[in-house]
């Protein structure tokens, strides 16, 4: 099974930061990978697939990179409506679809 | 714009069968670019990937759900459901429907989520 690490699993920050979430895979899964905000009791709101291709509606300021095993998402500013949780998804394999652990991006 | 809404038991009994229904609205289930998936959330933790159908007929599970889990469609309806036999408390969760491109494995489109607690 391929495991996804997200790191740090807390992230203090300020708005109008500039943060970066990264997340590692225990094998390559080429560009097959998604990030995902969810705030509390709602759903995950998809925000990047294939590493880096933008969701529609997702604003620009968001930006995925990566390939092979390493990953990032980048918030370029943060705005308040930022602070949540993001979690990333590898789907190299249907065999099982794993997600990290989680970052909880908080208000410093 | 399809939205999606889980419906059925907020609580259900250890050894039971728990059954979800996903309704599909701005939208057909039967459309052939989409599959449907299930996802559930333990409280305070972590995604759990629990399986997908598309309408090819083709599914994919978890396999360490695998024994437990069918998920079907009913295109009438505009629906698809999850079925996962004999529960136990571990299997309490916020449990998601969710939309993914036919080739991919990403979700594009969630429903709100659905509580269910199984205990006695």
């Known amino acids: 099974d391929i495991q996804m690490t997200q790191s740090p699993s807390t992230l203090s920050a300020s708005v109008g930061d500039r943060v970066t979430i990264t997340c590692r895979a225990s094998q390559s899964i080429s560009s097959w990978l998604a990030w995902y905000q969810q705030k509390p009791g709602k759903a995950p709101n998809l925000l990047i697939y294939?590493?880096?291709s933008l969701a529609s509606g997702v604003p620009s300021r968001f930006s995925g990179s990566g390939s092979g095993t390493e990953f990032t998402l980048t918030i370029s500013s943060l705005q308040p409506d930022d602070f949540a949780t993001y979690y990333c998804?590898?789907?190299?394999?249907?065999?099982?679809?794993?997600f990290g652990q989680g970052t909880r991006l908080e208000i410093k | 714009q399809m939205q999606l809404e889980e419906s059925g038991p907020g609580l259900v009994k250890p050894t039971q069968t728990l059954s979800l229904t996903c309704t599909v609205s701005g939208g057909s289930a039967s459309s052939s670019s989409y599959c449907w998936t299930w996802i559930r959330q333990p409280a305070g933790k972590g995604l759990e990937w629990i399986g997908r159908?598309?309408?090819?007929?083709?599914?994919n599970y978890n396999p360490s759900l695998k024994s437990r889990v069918t998920i079907s469609v009913d295109p009438s309806r505009d629906q698809f459901s999850l079925k996962l036999s004999s529960v136990t408390a571990a299997d309490t969760a916020v449990y998601y429907c969710a939309r993914s491109p036919s080739y991919y494995f990403y979700m594009d489109v969630w429903g709100k989520g659905t509580t269910v607690t199984v205990s006695s």
């Open positions: 294939k590493a880096s």
């Open positions: 159908l598309c309408t090819s007929g083709t599914t």
């Open positions: 998804q590898h789907y190299n394999s249907y065999s099982l679809i794993t």
